[in-house]
């Protein structure tokens, strides 16, 4: 027997699996061919594995047709079949075929037709309502995918240890929001070094050399000097030589972080002019520049102050310089991704923060 014989044998079953799987009656015989009789056979007795099968088929959802339903609710919204086909940019004939494919679909009637008139069956203005709001979320939801590009777009995150983000990068923020106000900034800080590596940011601020896969830009070189209270400097007579060799040293302990750079302890810089004391260990120690440089402030003593992060404070008077900057600058260093997802809003970033260290009389651009 020809295998498109069997088809005929149980119509039911044969029928349900091509309508089911969306296969032709020639793709329904080439199983038949491969596998032969057995393979109807327990399809139709209902051996376990087939009958399972059959059933999940059964089970699949059924895919509406997506085009009719939006000829239907256009129709039914407007009252009529030419202003539903204006809206959707096609034929009234157009319409009506894919009103009637849906009514095949669902087998219920949508529409009582009256002469030239349309009304909706009351089938269908119950539930026309809830159509329309899933039409309405289905496309919020695919325009929010072009958003969610702007979005990206438009996002910006910048890593940058905590000092250099308080005292540096915090009070110019303002600035570039009134220059950029669509852009969403995000700012992460960082207290060692592999928190600074390990953060997924569009822009890092580094004080070291690092071996991460991106771009790596010169950013800026900042001195390191001595720096204390005008009350502390004024103590020793704004004398240099007297408030090195005898005013509290306020110290900062960066080698445990990994993020101690090319910065002078006390020893070296000491060393380097020819002071001499013996209690250069002694004196408050912070593990931040930051919360070191608001000691010194404070009249704690003098700090090794780094020019990036001193800048504001010297300018209020908050803070003096008594002494010479340290021989050696420290470089910073601006990485961004190879391929950054929001190019234009990075390059705008780029050229606003090295406009901002150029203004910058206490650091040297690179």
């Excluded at 039914?76 to 319409?95: F, I, N, W």
Aim: with cysteine; glycine share 6%; hydrophobic share 40%.
């Amino acid at each position: 027997m020809r295998a498109h014989g069997y088809l005929g044998t149980c119509p039911d079953v044969c029928s349900f699996y091509r309508r089911s799987l969306s296969v032709s009656q020639a793709a329904v015989a080439g199983r038949l061919r491969r596998h032969g009789p057995l393979w109807f056979a327990k399809l139709r007795v209902g051996i376990r594995p087939v009958s399972g099968f059959v059933q999940q088929v059964r089970n699949m959802r059924k895919r509406a047709p997506l085009n009719a339903i939006r000829a239907f609710e256009a129709t039914a919204r407007h009252g009529s079949v030419v202003k539903a086909a204006d809206e959707l940019c096609v034929t009234p004939t157009a319409v009506s075929h894919q009103i009637r494919m849906l009514e095949e679909f669902l087998q219920v009637q949508l529409f009582l037709r009256k002469n030239s008139r349309i009304e909706l069956t009351q089938d269908a203005r119950a539930n026309v309502a809830r159509i329309t709001q899933a039409l309405d979320l289905i496309n919020d939801a695919v325009m929010s995918l072009t958003q969610l590009e702007e979005d990206v777009r438009r996002r910006l995150t910048v890593s940058a240890s905590t000092s250099v983000a308080s005292l540096w990068l915090m009070p110019r923020l303002g600035e570039f929001m009134v220059i950029e106000p669509d852009v969403d900034l995000n700012v992460r800080t960082f207290i060692s070094r592999r928190e600074a590596e390990e953060q997924e940011s569009d822009f890092r601020i580094l004080n070291w050399q690092s071996a991460l896969d991106c771009q790596v830009e010169p950013l800026l070189e900042e001195e390191i000097v001595p720096v204390c209270a005008p009350e502390l400097a004024a103590r020793f007579g704004n004398d240099p030589k007297e408030i090195l060799a005898h005013a509290p040293l306020v110290h900062v302990d960066r080698n445990q972080d990994g993020l101690e750079g090319t910065y002078p302890d006390w020893t070296r810089y000491l060393a380097e002019y020819g002071v001499s004391r013996g209690d250069i260990s002694h004196g408050s120690r912070f593990n931040q520049a930051s919360t070191g440089i608001d000691a010194a402030r404070a009249g704690a003593g003098v700090i090794l102050g780094r020019s990036l992060l001193t800048g504001q404070a010297i300018a209020r008077g908050d803070l003096v310089k008594v002494a010479e900057s340290y021989p050696i600058r420290s470089a910073y260093y601006l990485l961004s991704p190879w391929k950054p997802d929001s190019r234009e809003t990075m390059q705008r970033f780029k050229d606003w923060i090295l406009g901002k260290v150029r203004q910058n009389t206490l650091v040297h651009a690179a």
